[in-house]
């Protein structure tokens, strides 16, 4: 019986951190499989529907001794029939452990192993072709010569005769008891990699290099049943209900042999004891096959799969066929156990449980070896996997593994912080117990100073990094917890926010009169806590003793200021910014930051005529002008303020407050003339000077000739 179980702290949480940490409470929540497998699983799974359970007791069975286990087959009293590679043997695993040798070609790779109804045991070596028969005796001798190079899969039919699968040519062979062969079946593919047979005697059987599925009735007479988005159908299970299970296994990087390879030679066997880490079967020359019937149209293909995904395709009794697994890659093997489709993958390891439903899988167990490739069922539910790259047998038992545990990677809270209360969705059997512990340091990887670990995570010091471990206890082993969703609440210490900049305009370069436009200062604040920020601005004088305020307790980060209101003087602008829409009273921060200070200039230069005497028909003027505040830019003269003249300093460039210039007017005929200087300043003012004047006639004596 099971009990649902919503953690209670939730509610607790909530009233402990609202007064202390208002508004800013995180959650660092884990419910989906790729949080949960973000860190460390020991003997826990995750579905694909991101639960979390303890996996099944998984335990090395039997260490073989060799590279491959690639075929197995369960006998009448309990005992494993293994066929290996690389050396090849055929072993007899008793339900004890003990395992006795029946057969050893060391150059060779058993691929296929079967028994027959007499308790005779079949087995092919490749490369090959030869079937060879363990008599109840003991005694070995050869059924049947295929003259294949590879035999992939052996079967007995109904009716008592061996079916066997071959390559390169695609030939299925039937033999009887007696010895006696045909060529059953054959098919346009060059290689027969899998066989399942139904209870009608139709046989289904899985290809390469098209991928397609045939289904041969007891005539003989094929029918493609679907074609898979890969090239090589690997493994097919019949389930008692009819139902087809294939599962491909078509490398990312096929490496075939060069075709001028012998099919003994050392590199051809050598490729084949490989096989299960390329999955691609090896192309050999062979004799010429005898044409095969045409086969019909196969069925069109739902979509390719991407380089390196392999699938597992449910073809249900009506020929209605549908994929329900598919992951970057190879399906090696396939298996049944408690209602669930087992998959054994390569190249890491993985078995997985797949409802064929719902489509839920989980990931059982990653073993050790790199390669699934043969699986077996034994009474009591139990599962035995071969594998490869060491070629062991793993045992996967009905029942939940006792413990098993779940430490997540470290959560990063980017600063300091206040930690919350845990929450957890979960199911818990009765009798079963489920344990969340948590941890905090400030230290990325969790060392010895991190504190000890805490049911409750309110115990924890202010720390930077939080950790949680799930401990998952299976009581009896008949049932597990299931954790859906983990949830830690949050709230980072209060930090001050920050005045990044203040861009104030260059007032030196601006006009500025009473009733002129207003003129806007900006600025760029922060807060490391992610709070909402409120803005003051106040301005000073160089010569005033405190701040004066000119806005308060604004959202935006922006102001227009009005300086025609403001007297000539050095200023400065101070924005304060402060995070108190987001914490209490007792929590909230401020922080500010001055401008660079700036020249507010309201006052014109002051220009002088220092002299103006006439030199012949000319004036000849010196002139001085001064600024308080700002530099000058530009001057000019006219005469009776009709047409301005450009002037420019004794020194050449307009650099200073302060400029010189002494200038000559153009000839003038005599008359009173009045005699206007001007010069303007960087911030847009005009200091004028005038001067009345009058210019003579020349004396009769010094009258041009003429």
């Not at 260490?63 to 690389?86: I, K």
């Not at 196969?298 to 329900?324: F, K, M, Q, T």
């Not at 117990?433 to 504190?451: C, I, M, Q, Y």
């Not at 670990?453 to 049932?479: C, H, K, M, V």
């Given at each position: 019986?099971?009990?649902?179980?919503?953690?209670?702290?939730?509610?607790?949480?909530?009233?402990?951190?609202?007064?202390?940490?208002?508004?800013?409470?995180?959650?660092?929540?884990?419910?989906?499989?790729?949080?949960?497998e973000e860190?460390?699983?020991e003997?826990?799974v995750?579905?694909?529907?991101g639960?979390?359970?303890?996996?099944?007791?998984?335990?090395?069975?039997?260490?073989?001794?060799?590279?491959?286990v690639?075929?197995?087959v369960r006998?009448?009293?309990?005992?494993?029939?293994?066929?290996?590679?690389?050396?090849?043997?055929?072993?007899?695993?008793?339900?004890?452990?003990?395992?006795?040798?029946?057969?050893?070609?060391?150059?060779?790779q058993?691929?296929?192993?079967?028994?027959?109804?007499?308790?005779?045991?079949?087995?092919?070596?490749?490369?090959?072709?030869?079937?060879?028969?363990?008599?109840?005796?003991?005694?070995?001798?050869?059924?049947?010569?295929?003259?294949?190079?590879y035999i992939?899969?052996?079967?007995?039919?109904?009716?008592?005769?061996?079916?066997?699968?071959?390559?390169?040519?695609?030939?299925?062979?039937?033999?009887?008891?007696?010895?006696?062969?045909?060529?059953?079946?054959?098919?346009?593919?060059?290689?027969?990699?899998?066989?399942?047979?139904a209870?009608?005697?139709?046989?289904f059987?899985?290809?390469?290099?098209?991928?397609?599925?045939?289904?041969?009735?007891?005539a003989?007479?094929?029918?493609?049943?679907?074609?898979?988005?890969?090239?090589?159908?690997?493994?097919?299970?019949l389930h008692?209900?009819?139902?087809?299970?294939?599962?491909?296994?078509?490398?990312?990087?096929?490496?075939?042999?060069?075709?001028?390879?012998?099919?003994?030679?050392?590199?051809?066997?050598?490729?084949?004891a490989?096989?299960?880490?390329?999955?691609?079967?090896?192309?050999?020359?062979v004799?010429?096959?005898?044409?095969?019937?045409?086969?019909?149209?196969?069925?069109a293909?739902?979509?390719?799969?991407?380089?390196?995904?392999?699938?597992?395709?449910?073809?249900?009794?009506?020929?209605?066929?549908?994929?329900?697994f598919?992951?970057?890659?190879?399906?090696?093997?396939?298996?049944?156990q408690?209602?669930?489709?087992?998959?054994?993958?390569?190249?890491?390891?993985?078995?997985?449980?797949?409802?064929?439903?719902?489509?839920?899988?989980?990931?059982l167990?990653?073993?050790?070896?790199?390669?699934?490739q043969?699986?077996?069922?034994?009474?009591?539910?139990?599962?035995?996997?071969?594998?490869?790259?060491?070629?062991?047998?793993?045992?996967?038992e009905?029942?939940?593994?006792?413990?098993?545990?779940?430490?997540?990677?470290?959560?990063?809270?980017k600063?300091?912080?206040?930690?919350?209360?845990?929450?957890?969705?979960?199911?818990?059997?009765?009798?079963?117990?489920?344990?969340?512990?948590?941890?905090?340091?400030?230290v990325?990887?969790?060392?010895?100073?991190?504190?000890?670990?805490?049911?409750?995570?309110?115990?924890?010091?202010?720390?930077?990094?939080?950790?949680?471990?799930?401990?998952?206890?299976?009581?009896?082993?008949?049932?597990?917890?299931?954790?859906?969703?983990?949830?830690?609440?949050?709230?980072?210490?209060?930090?001050?926010?920050?005045?990044?900049?203040?861009?104030?305009?260059?007032?030196?370069?601006?006009?500025?009169?009473?009733?002129?436009?207003?003129?806007?200062?900006?600025?760029?604040?922060?807060?490391?806590?992610?709070?909402?920020?409120l803005?003051?601005?106040?301005?000073?004088?160089?010569?005033?003793?405190?701040?004066?305020?000119?806005?308060?307790?604004?959202?935006?980060?922006?102001?227009?200021?009005?300086?025609?209101?403001?007297?000539?003087?050095?200023?400065?602008?101070?924005?304060?910014?402060?995070?108190?829409?987001?914490?209490?009273?007792?929590?909230?921060?401020?922080?500010?930051?001055?401008?660079?200070?700036?020249?507010?200039?309201?006052?014109?230069?002051?220009?002088?005529i220092?002299?103006?005497?006439?030199?012949?028909?000319?004036?000849?003027?010196?002139t001085v002008?001064?600024?308080?505040?700002?530099?000058?830019?530009?001057?000019?003269?006219?005469?009776?303020?009709?047409?301005?003249?450009?002037?420019?300093?004794?020194?050449?460039?307009?650099?200073?407050?302060?400029?010189?210039?002494?200038?000559?007017?153009?000839?003038?005929?005599?008359?009173?003339?009045?005699?206007?200087?001007?010069f303007?300043?960087?911030?847009?003012?005009?200091?004028?000077?005038?001067?009345?004047?009058r210019?003579?006639?020349?004396?009769?004596?010094?009258?041009?000739?003429?």
């Amino acid at each position: 019986m099971k009990s649902s179980l919503l953690s209670s702290g939730m509610l607790g949480l909530c009233l402990w951190i609202t007064p202390v940490l208002r508004g800013e409470v995180k959650t660092w929540t884990h419910d989906t499989g790729s949080d949960f497998e973000e860190g460390t699983l020991e003997n826990v799974v995750v579905s694909s529907q991101g639960t979390a359970e303890l996996a099944r007791q998984t335990s090395a069975f039997v260490n073989l001794d060799v590279a491959h286990v690639w075929s197995m087959v369960r006998e009448e009293d309990g005992s494993v029939l293994v066929g290996t590679g690389s050396p090849g043997r055929v072993v007899r695993v008793k339900p004890t452990g003990e395992i006795q040798s029946l057969h050893e070609a060391r150059d060779q790779q058993m691929f296929a192993v079967t028994v027959g109804p007499d308790g005779s045991i079949y087995y092919a070596a490749s490369p090959g072709g030869e079937v060879f028969r363990y008599s109840r005796d003991g005694q070995v001798s050869t059924l049947f010569e295929t003259e294949e190079t590879y035999i992939w899969g052996l079967a007995i039919d109904s009716a008592g005769r061996l079916l066997i699968a071959t390559g390169p040519q695609g030939r299925l062979y039937r033999v009887d008891a007696t010895g006696k062969g045909e060529i059953f079946f054959q098919a346009k593919q060059k290689h027969l990699l899998s066989m399942a047979l139904a209870k009608d005697g139709s046989i289904f059987l899985g290809t390469s290099t098209d991928g397609l599925i045939y289904r041969v009735d007891p005539a003989g007479k094929g029918f493609v049943l679907y074609d898979a988005a890969q090239a090589d159908v690997h493994t097919l299970l019949l389930h008692e209900d009819g139902t087809l299970f294939a599962g491909t296994g078509t490398p990312e990087r096929p490496n075939f042999p060069s075709p001028s390879a012998s099919r003994w030679s050392p590199r051809g066997v050598a490729w084949a004891a490989a096989w299960s880490l390329v999955l691609a079967p090896p192309l050999v020359p062979v004799a010429e096959a005898p044409a095969p019937a045409p086969a019909p149209k196969p069925v069109a293909r739902p979509g390719l799969a991407g380089v390196g995904e392999n699938s597992v395709y449910r073809i249900a009794a009506s020929g209605h066929c549908d994929e329900i697994f598919r992951d970057k890659c190879l399906v090696l093997s396939l298996g049944w156990q408690e209602g669930k489709l087992l998959v054994g993958t390569g190249q890491e390891g993985k078995l997985y449980a797949i409802d064929p439903l719902t489509r839920v899988r989980q990931t059982l167990a990653r073993l050790d070896s790199g390669q699934i490739q043969a699986m077996i069922s034994l009474p009591a539910g139990n599962v035995v996997l071969g594998t490869g790259t060491p070629g062991n047998l793993w045992r996967v038992e009905a029942r939940y593994s006792p413990r098993g545990t779940i430490e997540s990677s470290p959560h990063d809270a980017k600063m300091q912080a206040r930690w919350g209360q845990g929450s957890t969705s979960a199911e818990v059997p009765t009798g079963a117990r489920l344990l969340v512990e948590f941890r905090a340091g400030n230290v990325e990887k969790p060392d010895e100073t991190w504190s000890l670990w805490s049911s409750d995570a309110r115990s924890l010091p202010i720390s930077r990094f939080l950790q949680y471990r799930a401990t998952l206890e299976s009581g009896q082993g008949n049932e597990s917890p299931q954790l859906r969703n983990l949830s830690v609440y949050y709230a980072t210490v209060n930090r001050p926010p920050i005045v990044d900049s203040i861009d104030v305009p260059n007032f030196a370069q601006t006009p500025v009169a009473d009733g002129s436009t207003k003129i806007e200062i900006k600025w760029k604040g922060s807060d490391p806590n992610g709070d909402t920020l409120l803005y003051d601005v106040d301005v000073r004088k160089e010569e005033w003793p405190e701040w004066v305020a000119v806005a308060r307790e604004m959202n935006e980060t922006s102001f227009k200021w009005d300086p025609g209101s403001y007297p000539s003087g050095q200023y400065r602008f101070r924005v304060t910014a402060s995070d108190a829409p987001s914490n209490r009273q007792s929590d909230q921060a401020t922080s500010s930051k001055e401008s660079e200070p700036f020249v507010l200039d309201r006052q014109a230069p002051a220009v002088t005529i220092s002299s103006a005497t006439q030199v012949g028909q000319k004036l000849d003027v010196s002139t001085v002008a001064k600024d308080d505040r700002t530099r000058l830019v530009s001057a000019s003269y006219s005469l009776n303020g009709i047409d301005w003249w450009p002037l420019f300093p004794d020194d050449g460039i307009f650099d200073s407050s302060e400029e010189a210039i002494r200038f000559q007017t153009g000839e003038l005929q005599p008359h009173t003339y009045l005699l206007l200087v001007r010069f303007r300043d960087s911030a847009g003012h005009w200091g004028v000077a005038d001067q009345v004047i009058r210019v003579e006639a020349p004396a009769k004596g010094n009258a041009p000739d003429g």
